[in-house]
T-cell receptor, first 114, second 114 residues
Framework: AQSVTQLGSHVSVSEGALVLLRCNYSSSVPPYLFWYVQYPNQGLQLLLKYTSAATLVKGINGFEAEFKKSETSFHLTKPSAHMSDAAEYFCAVSGSGGYQKVTFGTGTKLQVIP | GAVVSQHPSWVICKSGTSVKIECRSLDFQATTMFWYRQFPKQSLMLMATSNEGSKATYEQGVEKDKFLINHASLTLSTLTVTSAHPEDSSFYIC??????????FGPGTRLTVL
């Protein structure tokens, strides 16, 4: 069984400030982990994914996430927030090796204050 | 690459009618397609998984006779909401996978049942 917990349903940051969105996972098998972004009334876009290679994963739009097995975490960060980063972010987990069902977290809405 | 489209993007129907939503992988062949629904301010909930040429696998609690899924080709899956009721109003999102642990999401279809 797998699950993800996203801490904080809403996060507000000032433009130019550090973005930190928290995600903790639970998995009985080695996990693959994902971060997706969703803009209003749109589908999901993959930001980055961890698939058991490098623990520090760099994604699109300046985002990165670090897989920490000891903390069962996969937090998403960006050094400097931009207004266009305002969106909903979902952390997700699946098993590794071949196709596995993906389980999504409840999402974190990021607000960027000018 | 890896573009998934959905049609229609928005539909309003009367209670008791049926609505068909199409999901297409435009530039790749999808061995597996998924259907999710997303209620306002909530996460994505997997409804069913479909493989080309075989019956869909539905998640617990999803009525297979109400949500008919057809995966006729490697690039097309359809979801038909039969005898729709207001409680079926939701945002329906499909995704497609080549089997490499990454799903490519469509833009979603907003269904409103009056």
């Amino acid at each position: 069984a797998q699950s993800v917990t996203q801490l904080g349903s809403h996060v507000s940051v000032s433009e130019g400030a550090l973005v930190l969105l928290r995600c903790n996972y639970s998995s009985s098998v080695p996990p693959y982990l994902f971060w997706y972004v969703q803009y209003p009334n749109q589908g999901l876009q993959l930001l980055l994914k961890y698939t058991s290679a490098a623990t520090l994963v760099k994604g699109i739009n300046g985002f990165e996430a670090e897989f920490k097995k000891s903390e069962t975490s996969f937090h998403l960060t960006k050094p400097s927030a931009h207004m266009s980063d305002a969106a909903e972010y979902f952390c997700a987990v699946s098993g590794s090796g071949g196709y596995q069902k993906v389980t999504f977290g409840t999402g974190t809405k990021l607000q960027v204050i000018p | 690459g890896a573009v998934v489209s959905q049609h229609p993007s928005w539909v309003i129907c009367k209670s008791g009618t049926s609505v068909k939503i199409e999901c297409r992988s435009l530039d790749f062949q999808a061995t597996t397609m998924f259907w999710y629904r997303q209620f306002p301010k909530q996460s994505l909930m997997l409804m069913a998984t479909s493989n080309e040429g075989s019956k869909a696998t539905y998640e617990q609690g999803v009525e297979k006779d109400k949500f008919l899924i057809n995966h006729a080709s490697l690039t097309l899956s359809t979801l038909t909401v039969t005898s729709a009721h207001p409680e079926d109003s939701s945002f329906y999102i499909c995704s497609a996978s080549t089997g490499r642990n990454e799903q490519f999401f469509g833009p979603g279809t907003r269904l409103t049942v009056l």
